[in-house]
């Protein structure tokens, strides 16, 4: 039943993708947009939403993270292209933790598993955040944080002792 539901699903991502294509032929604003060099990065957000409706068509939990990766990965670039920021590439290498816990926090709910999804996906996510803050603090794109981004280690620190001693009990 899964290969079928696998099948149908890949049939049906083909046709969606050979009518864009077509379509791109004969309506020229979608022409304009499609060819438009700013929006190169909706390429891999596309992909990442085939692998979206893939998982949840075929009810295919482990793809969601794949999934929530090259969603991340393509609104990254978007956001980067669109504003000419690719120096963010020092500090925006730490959101891909918590792009992957989104995908593990998707599968395990897609399971019906809601405390897992928190526990295991919650954790890369509060990880990244945090290394996310610590570095554009550092590299002086969070000017909100100015001299006092240590203290975001300070914070990190103390998360990971409450975790030490909360796995514990």
Not at 142 to 161: A, E, H, K
Request: glycine share 12%; aromatic share 16%.
């Amino acid at each position: 039943m899964a290969q079928v539901r696998g099948r149908v699903v890949a049939a049906v991502i083909l046709i969606l993708l050979g009518i864009y294509l077509f379509a791109i032929q004969f309506v020229p604003a979608l022409r304009a947009f499609s060819v438009n060099e700013n929006n190169w990065p909706l390429i891999i957000v596309g992909i990442g939403v085939l692998f979206l409706l893939g998982a949840l068509l075929t009810w295919a939990p482990g793809m969601m993270v794949p999934a929530a990766i090259l969603l991340g990965l393509g609104a990254l670039l978007f956001w980067q292209n669109a504003t000419n920021n690719w120096g963010s590439w020092a500090y925006a290498w730490t959101l891909f933790p918590g792009f992957v816990g989104v995908g593990i926090f998707l599968m395990f709910l897609m399971q019906g598993n809601l405390r897992q999804a928190i526990i295991a996906g919650g954790t890369p996510i509060l990880m990244s955040v945090a290394a996310f803050l610590i570095f554009a603090s550092f590299f002086g794109a969070l000017g909100m944080f100015g001299q006092y981004w240590p203290l975001l280690l300070i914070l990190l620190g103390v998360i990971f002792l409450a975790q030490a001693f909360w796995k514990r009990a």
